[in-house]
């Protein structure tokens, strides 16, 4: 059993910076591919940022890339979300998930996740 954590959410304005965490419990954080989903009110739950195991492979939303970053710590057992140059529409409760996986790859479909944070709120206000 994995337990997540995230922290850093909160309120910044258009054009600032958040940075947030997610804390495994699990005793061994390798090998856990790990990602970042976010939901906002009325709209399906998707994908924002991804990371394999080793953190040799990422993915980004079209929607962020360039704005954000995804990195993880191994010994930390944490993953780190950067938000950079925020903007309106990305307002929602953000997930930091997990999935074993010794293959080194990212995964974006939510289902395939096993195990979920219990999400943080971010709000950028214009």
């Known amino acids: 059993q994995v337990q997540l954590v995230e922290s850093g959410g909160g309120v910044v304005q258009a054009g600032g910076s958040l940075r947030l965490s997610c804390a495994a419990s699990?005793?061994?954080?390798?090998?856990?591919?790990m990602a970042w989903f976010r939901q906002a009110p009325g709209k399906e739950i998707e994908s924002v940022a991804a990371?394999?195991?080793?953190?040799?492979?990422?993915y980004f939303a079209d929607s962020v890339k360039g704005r954000f970053t995804i990195s993880r710590d191994n010994d930390k057992k944490m993953v780190v979300l950067q938000m950079n140059s925020a903007k309106p529409e990305d307002t929602a409760v953000y997930y930091c998930?997990?999935?074993?996986?010794?293959?080194?790859?990212?995964?974006?479909?939510?289902?395939?996740?096993?195990?979920w944070g219990q999400g943080t709120q971010v709000t950028v206000s214009s």
């Open positions: 699990e005793r061994s954080f390798t090998p856990l591919a």
């Open positions: 990371i394999s195991w080793m953190g040799s492979n990422t």
């Open positions: 998930a997990a999935k074993f996986s010794a293959d080194n790859y990212y995964y974006t479909n939510p289902r395939e996740y096993d195990y």
